[in-house]
């Protein structure tokens, strides 16, 4: 457009460019951390590039507060943040594990002696706190729901098993409701 008709250019673009240009160094200086810590190989990473986008994003619209919805978009913006940084980080896939303690160790196969298995033992837990704290969970798990078997073990291991089982469905829940708010809400945040 520049070469066809320079004045038309100007009017529409040229006369914008330094703006343009300083937001897009702004840019590069905001996204260089992120890229720079960025892997090919993991979800983990997905997640940051997403969580950096839509703090942005809601720090620009809570700022600009043009539109009616603009601050009540921020805050759906922040708690789908907040969402990433549980399901990236496995906060309810490990949660269980702050309702016990285990004693590991490393033991020698013995047709193999160059290898091991890793064994532990519970030395002691409160799986029944936990359990108390995700009641509906609990008993989706008692009907049989989840990636752990739980069939003739000892009681230590079936809780162990049933926590398992919980912290797996939880760490779903909370993916899809992160997948869930994004589908409902993303076409609407523009400013």
């Not at 460019?17 to 810590?37: A, C, E, S």
């Not at 030395?123 to 509906?136: R, T, V």
């Not at 073990?153 to 997948?179: D, G, T």
Request: glycine residues 4%; neutral net charge.
């Amino acid at each position: 457009m520049l070469f066809k008709n320079p004045y038309l250019w100007w009017k529409f673009e040229g006369r914008y460019y330094h703006k343009d240009l300083y937001r897009g160094i702004k840019n590069l200086i905001q996204w260089f951390p992120v890229i720079w810590k960025d892997r090919d190989w993991d979800s983990y990473y997905i997640f940051q590039i997403l969580e950096h986008k839509l703090k942005l994003q809601a720090k620009g619209i809570a700022k600009r507060d043009i539109h009616v919805n603009a601050q009540r978009d921020a805050e759906i913006m922040m708690t789908c943040v907040r969402l990433m940084e549980k399901v990236r980080d496995g906060y309810y896939e490990l949660e269980y594990i702050d309702y016990y303690e285990s004693n590991i160790w490393f033991k020698a196969l013995e047709d193999k002696p160059e290898y091991s298995t890793m064994e532990s033992d519970i030395i002691s837990e409160n799986f029944d706190e936990y359990f108390k704290k995700y009641p509906l969970i609990y008993k989706r798990v008692l009907n049989g729901e989840g990636f752990f078997s739980i069939d003739d073990k000892s009681e230590k291991e079936n809780k162990q098993r049933i926590a398992m089982n919980m912290a797996y469905i939880n760490q779903e829940r909370a993916n899809k409701l992160l997948f869930k708010m994004l589908e409902t809400n993303i076409r609407k945040w523009w400013d």
